[in-house]
């Protein structure tokens, strides 16, 4: 397990807690008390630490190498039921957006998303979880092939944006993601949309227009990541901590600007700690949106969506 | 032998005795050509001499496509507000409130309703000036609000873009917007009203990955700047010099995103040519 700088004085409880552990299984001393001692510690610092994280730190922990990435979610939700779909069917399979059919239960879903990669090699194969034009345009494709056959779809999102690359922008990086939204906007299943990690501006919205949008409780989403919006607006990329807080990017900033509508908690320290409980905790909140929007008729359920972004903004006059 | 000469020593005017030319004479093009504004603004403020297609607003938009100038603005009164207490170098409404006094604007978009070749057209138009036309939720307010002027009408419907893309300042609330906006156009799709969508120095970011894009026809003028990403993070994300031409209108014209490209004073007959051909009614002259 990696380690953030400001999870650094949790580690060193653990690694005390371990060796506490070990020296009393390997001589006849009673350590049951230092270990208990020590387990209060270690809880009560988790909670300091973790309760009061900044937005920044929850940028950090939103990008932990060992946090679980889309394959992961699927994997665990659907078992053996997933069957990955490749393809455009006009340029190529992008290895940065992957998709497929899956079973939670009885019901079948098309699940689409973003999928980083876990090592040097894997994320390059990847390409760090930006998806090209033709990224968006499979997507596009598995959700109007589930839309033939009713088949509701889940979108998971985690990127750090759409590639900027000069071919994307030859193959037409906007156009294709502004014809997702627009087809999102009135895709006639439900769509339910989780946004696992980084959740970056047009790349992430791209296949992000859900009837229920939820957010993992360490996860952020706004319209630039913290260390671009510094660049930019500072001129340096020193003031990420500040354009973090001043973006109001976090899940409980999201749910209360109304642009998301719920937050997943996530065990304590993240969801790579518990990883099994987190892949249960998405299960069933997909299950239970699923639930909600079923039984409406395809008509209400893309006027129930437009009319939810029709309400986003603030503004006066 | 000198034909004059310098009695005193150094410059003797003062400073408040100094003549000014009169600002906003003349135009330099970027190829460095010198252009009479009046004449400039003949020529739909296009440079006769290379054909520079100068950055204009809303004003002169609705100008160019209204007949005789006419038109009824749309949710004029629309104003930013401050949801996220946003501070950078900056606050968000001290940025709004020097815009509004530099530009004489409410916001970053304006929407009108009037005939345009005795037909009417509900143009919404961005201006760059305005935080570079940056779209916060005031420019998708507006838009949609346009859009559903249109729908409810049954009007053809334009935007006119020329932004740097979504508002920083009002974070994912901007970025929902391209969703909001979508809506719309959605809708319009639905009923069947034509959306055309004029590309215009510069259209980049959150526009271009939404109603820049979506139009029945896209068009641009020539010599736009438009892209997703922008060329600076192109070319420092790639590590490769950027071709020439690059992002231009003739270059996405080339790879198949743009209908056609068109001069700016051919813009309203093109506009109501198109219009006048999907909707299979005479053509106007």
């Known amino acids: 397990m990696e380690y953030l700088e400001f999870e650094l004085p949790i580690k060193e409880l653990e690694d005390q807690l371990q060796k506490c552990k070990i020296i009393g299984e390997e001589s006849e001393v009673d350590v049951t008390e230092t270990c208990a001692q020590i387990e209060k510690k270690l809880s009560a610092a988790k909670k300091d630490i973790y309760k009061n994280l900044t937005p920044w730190q929850r940028v950090q922990l939103s990008r932990h190498p060992n946090r679980p990435y889309t394959l992961d979610y699927i994997r665990a939700i659907c078992g053996d039921t997933f069957l990955e779909l490749h393809g455009d069917r006009s340029f190529k399979d992008d290895k940065a957006m992957i998709g497929g059919l899956g079973k939670i239960g009885d019901q079948s879903f098309m699940f689409i998303g973003q999928q980083k990669g876990y090592n040097t090699k894997t994320r390059q194969y990847r390409n760090f979880g930006m998806a090209n034009p033709e990224g968006y345009r499979k997507a596009l494709r598995l959700m109007k092939s589930a839309e033939k056959f009713g088949i509701p779809v889940v979108t998971i999102l985690d990127t750090p944006g759409a590639y900027p690359g000069l071919e994307a922008e030859e193959r037409g990086q906007g156009e294709a993601i502004a014809r997702n939204i627009l087809e999102m906007t009135r895709l006639k299943v439900p769509i339910v949309t989780v946004v696992i990690g980084e959740g970056a501006s047009g790349g992430a919205l791209g296949i992000g227009v859900g009837d229920k949008v939820l957010m993992l409780e360490n996860t952020w989403y706004s319209v630039i990541s913290p260390e671009s919006c510094s660049s930019i607006l500072w001129r340096s990329w020193e003031y990420k901590e500040q354009a973090a807080e001043a973006l109001k990017l976090t899940a409980s900033d999201m749910k209360k600007l109304k642009l998301v509508d719920e937050i997943i908690k996530e065990p304590a320290g993240g969801a790579h700690r518990d990883r099994e409980k987190t892949f249960k905790l998405v299960s069933n909140a997909i299950v239970k949106s699923f639930e909600d929007f079923k039984n409406l008729s395809p008509e209400d359920l893309v006027s129930n969506r437009m009319n939810k972004y029709l309400e986003m903004g603030v503004f006066k006059g | ?285």
């Open chain 2, 1 to 285: 032998m000198s034909w004059f000469k310098r009695k005193d020593k150094g410059i003797q005017t003062s400073t408040e005795e100094k003549k000014d030319t009169p600002k906003g004479l003349w135009y330099k093009s970027p190829t460095g050509k010198i252009i009479d504004t009046k004449e400039l603004e003949q020529n739909f403020y296009v440079s006769p001499e290379d054909g520079y297609h100068v950055r204009i607003g809303s004003k002169e938009y609705f100008e160019i496509l209204f007949d005789d100038n006419k038109f009824k603005e749309l949710d004029a009164s629309l104003e930013s507000k401050d949801p996220l207490k946003f501070v950078d170098t900056k606050k968000y409404p001290e940025r709004l409130k020097a815009a509004q006094d530099k530009t004489k604007l409410k916001d970053a978009v304006r929407a009108a309703v009037g005939k345009s070749k005795g037909k009417d057209l509900v143009v919404a138009c961005m201006d760059f000036s305005f935080i570079g036309g940056s779209m916060g939720s005031v420019v998708g307010e507006k838009i949609a609000r346009a859009a559903d002027y249109a729908l409810k009408n049954n009007i053809p419907f334009m935007i006119i873009s020329k932004s740097g893309g979504a508002r920083m300042m009002e974070a994912a609330l901007s970025l929902m917007q391209l969703a909001k906006t979508s809506v719309k156009l959605a809708q319009l799709a639905d009923a069947g009203i034509p959306y055309i969508s004029l590309c215009t120095d510069p259209t980049t970011g959150g526009t271009t990955a939404s109603f820049a894009m979506l139009g029945d026809i896209n068009i641009a003028e020539p010599g736009a700047l438009i892209g997703f990403a922008g060329p600076r993070i192109v070319r420092d994300t790639t590590g490769k010099e950027l071709p020439e031409g690059f992002q231009t209108s003739e270059f996405l014209l080339e790879h198949g995103f743009l209908d056609f490209i068109t001069l700016r004073k051919e813009l309203k007959n093109k506009v109501n040519q198109y219009i006048d051909l999907i909707l299979n009614q005479p053509l106007r002259a």
